[in-house]
């Protein structure tokens, strides 16, 4: 029989800061999305089911994920690494890789609008690809674009939900 205090599960004093820090943004990212889903229009399919209602659950999955995570950790109970992951150093954490993948991002909110969704998102994988140390410098950049316009038109035609498109931005602007 199995229980919470096994191997896999320890009881810890003091609370874990860096499981706390993410359960607060998973809360917070939970009520943005429940906030920001009722600013959306309903659907107008006859089932009802639609971005506003799919946003609001995911929101709710977010927020009752965190709240439990929380709970957990108030009670002690933390995860154990698995032991492959026993050999990790902190220490030797790769910074530049980080700041990378984080400026990648951020360049790729900067691009939506403007370069449309298929182009941002193609340059967003290339670069995340790239910047975990992938060196095929054609290849991901056809995969990247492959699963773009699949993620594009499968929100637009399947979802009815409208992503920017190729340089509409630049096309309006211009």
């Known amino acids: 029989m199995s229980t919470l205090t096994d191997s896999s599960v320890s009881r810890r004093a003091g609370l874990p800061v860096g499981e706390c820090v993410f359960s607060a943004l998973l809360l917070l990212t939970?009520?943005?999305?429940?906030?920001?889903s009722l600013h959306l229009p309903p659907s107008i399919s006859a089932s009802g089911i639609g971005a506003d209602l799919m946003s609001k659950v995911v929101g709710g999955f977010l927020v009752v994920v965190s709240i439990l995570?929380?709970?957990?950790?108030?009670?002690?109970n933390r995860g154990e690494p698995d032991e492959?992951?026993?050999d990790v150093?902190?220490?030797?954490?790769?910074y530049g890789m980080l700041f990378t993948a984080i400026a990648v991002i951020i360049v790729h909110g900067l691009l939506i609008e403007p370069a449309g969704f298929v182009v941002a998102s193609t340059l967003t994988f290339w670069g995340i690809a790239f910047t975990l140390g992938s060196r095929r410098y054609l290849l991901d950049p056809v995969i990247g674009l492959v699963l773009s316009v699949a993620i594009y038109y499968g929100f637009t035609l399947g979802l009815g939900i409208y992503?920017?498109?190729?340089?509409?931005?630049?096309?309006?602007n211009g």
Not at 89 to 94: A, C, G, Q, Y
Not at 163 to 172: H, M, Q
């Open 69 to 76: 995570l929380f709970v957990q950790l108030l009670r002690g």
């Open 89 to 94: 150093d902190p220490s030797k954490t790769r």
């Open 30 to 36: 939970g009520i943005i999305t429940i906030v920001d």
């Open 84 to 86: 492959a992951e026993g």
């Open 163 to 172: 992503l920017p498109g190729l340089f509409e931005g630049l096309i309006a």
